[in-house]
T-cell receptor, first 114, second 114 residues
């Protein structure tokens, strides 16, 4: 079965610093991979997704992620953190060949300090 | 405005008292889904629907029911709520399969079962 592991339930950075949120997946078939963001008291919204086209995927708000098949990773990065990036981030992988479901990771809360 | 709405946003109830959480989308999406979010567990799918009168179990369906009589609505029913169903619930919709398409999430319903 497909699964997602997000390393670090909390990540703290200073404003202007690099953001790196880690995601490793397991999948027996070529996956679709997603990063969703949840701002306080809101639902989730899509940051970016990998659909087997380019391995480097650019998303909204300056975020990007690189699909590395050899490492089964899909880490999320942003060169310079902003206070408004403070949120919870979820990595998700499609389940199976039917693509009927997503399997979510447990989430990483990003804290940004001035 | 394209959106997914949920009602109520907050609900406190007692064990055994039947309740319904409504979900409606105005994007003509075929696929709808219910998730629950619990600390340290991420999002887990309860039920999903691929179209009218087509529903299926997700990963944690016990204690929940759903129906899809109209394309836009996908209510979640707890016939006899128990304290372990205290959680944050999200409804989501997408134009196609959740494992391939962007999902659009509602704002969430926070449920407390006493």
């Amino acid at each position: 079965a497909q699964s997602v592991t997000q390393l670090g339930s909390h990540v703290s950075v200073s404003e202007g610093a690099l953001v790196l949120l880690r995601c490793n997946y397991s999948s027996s078939v070529p996956p679709y991979l997603f990063w969703y963001v949840q701002y306080p008291n809101q639902g989730l919204q899509l940051l970016l997704k990998y659909t087997s086209a380019a391995t480097l995927v650019k998303g909204i708000n300056g975020f990007e992620a690189e699909f590395k098949k050899s490492e089964t990773s899909f880490h999320l990065t942003k060169p310079s953190a902003h206070m408004s990036d403070a949120a919870e981030y979820f990595c998700a992988v499609s389940e199976g060949t039917g693509f009927q479901k997503l399997v979510f990771g447990t989430g990483t809360r990003l804290l940004v300090s001035p | 405005e394209a959106q997914v709405t949920q009602n109520p946003r907050y609900l406190i109830t007692v064990t055994g008292k039947k309740l319904t959480v409504t979900c409606s989308q105005n994007m003509n999406h075929e696929y709808m889904s219910w998730y629950r979010q619990d600390p340290g567990l991420g999002l887990r799918q309860i039920y999903y629907s691929m179209n009218v009168e087509a529903t299926d179990k997700g990963d944690v369906p016990e204690g929940y029911k759903v129906s899809r009589k109209e394309k836009r609505n996908f209510p979640l029913i707890l016939e006899s709520p128990s304290p372990n169903q205290t959680s944050l619930y999200f409804c989501a919709s997408s134009p196609g399969l959740a494992g391939r398409e962007t999902q659009y999430f509602g704002p969430g319903t926070r449920l407390l079962v006493l």
